[in-house]
């Protein structure tokens, strides 16, 4: 009986978890992160046309690092909202919160340290090494 219960609760938990397999991928897209002069790539996953996941890396002037995060569509508003943390490392952890235009996918973006600025769309990705190399600087200060 045991195993009969055991069993029922991991079919039940097996069906209730969200199906990733469907998620669409929608390509590398950039985004040039100002004044701080950031490149955030992320492989962006269609998950049902209202919920999006995001993997990606953020490009600095000599480093790069992992960004992960998630995007909507908001329906009553008619922009997308994206959230991502960016781990620079043992230096810094930031939260961000950015809106975009659906037409342009230019926005604006604020992390939970202050800063704040332009998100301007770069495009698709890979991005090219000299584009990447002229966008990274020169860098302004990010508080902490």
């Not at 040039?32 to 962006?44: D, G, H, M, R």
Request: proline share 4%; net charge negative.
């Amino acid at each position: 009986m045991r195993i009969k219960i055991i069993l029922y609760l991991y079919l039940l938990v097996f069906i209730s978890l969200p199906n990733v397999t469907s998620a669409e991928s929608l390509g590398i897209h950039c985004w040039l992160q100002s004044p701080v002069n950031q490149i955030l790539c992320f492989e962006v996953n269609d998950i049902n046309g209202k919920y999006y996941s995001l993997i990606g890396e953020d490009i600095g002037e000599k480093d790069r690092y992992p960004v992960s995060g998630s995007a909507l569509f908001d329906e009553n508003n008619q922009i997308y909202r994206l959230e991502f943390t960016q781990n620079q490392g043992n230096i810094n952890v930031f939260e961000n919160a950015i809106t975009l235009n659906t037409t342009t996918l230019n926005g604006n973006w604020t992390d939970d340290s202050g800063n704040e600025g332009e998100f301007q769309y770069l495009g698709t990705g890979p991005l090219d090494p000299d584009q990447i190399k002229t966008l990274t600087k020169p860098r302004a200060k990010r508080k902490k």
